[in-house]
């Protein structure tokens, strides 16, 4: 079966220091892969998606960027973080149109 | 371009009544999808059902039902004798014919069920 791994789940950061989020998908193949940000009482903004290996595309600019260094990691980084990056940070995979299954998160904190 | 609207922000019911979520989308192609997810407190989205434009049934999952109205471009669902475990976020969601690059969440329904 697939399972989608998040981590860290909760991280507090200074403003201005740089932001590694890992996700890893297992038991499929070729997944869609997603980031999305969910602030606080919010809905779901995508932030990010790939279709394949460094194929990535961004749906909002902002000074976030991702990365997918294999087929199953999908990594989503920030040289500098801003007050306005804190939330909720989910990663998803797909098979093409099929339904998104998130992963459990990781909760960002910038002060 | 696509947009889900799910015009109910939060709603709140007591235990044992049912409980109806509204979702309208809009899209021009003729081949799209539909889902629902849950997020409970603990944050990790639930995916609940998928449906395909061609496929206009309702589909019942114990308390669970959904209703599927192309002529109203509406996919609302329907909780039944609701419980306290039910209470959660709600998103409705569209997809288009495409790699899911265009999946769209509505902005979510914040359930309250109590006691």
């Known amino acids: 079966s697939q399972t989608i791994h998040q981590w860290p789940a909760t991280l507090v950061q200074p403003v201005g220091s740089p932001l590694s989020l890992e996700c890893t998908v297992e038991?499929?193949?070729?997944?869609?892969l997603y980031w999305y940000r969910q602030a606080a009482g919010r809905g779901l903004q995508l932030l990010f998606y790939?279709?394949?290996?460094?194929?990535i595309s961004s749906e909002v600019p902002q000074n976030l960027s991702a990365s997918r260094p294999q087929d199953r990691q999908f990594i989503l980084s920030s040289k500098k973080l801003l007050l306005s990056d804190s939330g909720f940070y989910l990663c998803?995979?797909?098979?093409?149109?099929?339904?998104?299954?998130f992963g459990p998160g990781t909760r960002l904190t910038v002060l | 371009a696509q947009k889900v609207t799910q015009a109910q922000t939060e709603i709140s019911v007591v235990e044992k009544e049912d409980v109806t979520l509204d979702c309208v989308y809009e899209?021009?192609?003729?081949?799209?999808?539909l889902f629902w997810y849950k997020q409970p407190p603990s944050g990790e989205l639930v995916f609940l059902i998928r449906?395909?434009?061609?496929?206009?049934q309702n589909e019942i999952s114990g308390r669970y039902s959904w209703n599927f109205q192309k002529s109203t471009s509406s996919f609302n669902f329907t909780i039944t004798a609701s419980q306290v475990v039910d209470s959660a976020v709600y998103f409705c969601?569209?997809?288009?014919?495409?790699?899911?690059?265009?999946?769209?969440f509505g902005p979510g329904t914040r359930l309250s069920v109590l006691p």
């Open positions: 038991g499929t193949s070729n997944p869609n």
């Open positions: 998803a995979w797909s098979v093409q149109v099929d339904e998104q299954f």
């Open positions: 969601a569209l997809s288009e014919n495409n790699y899911g690059q265009n999946f769209v």
């Open positions: 790939s279709v394949g290996i460094g194929q």
């Open positions: 449906r395909n434009s061609f496929d206009e």
């Open positions: 899209t021009r192609d003729t081949t799209y999808y």
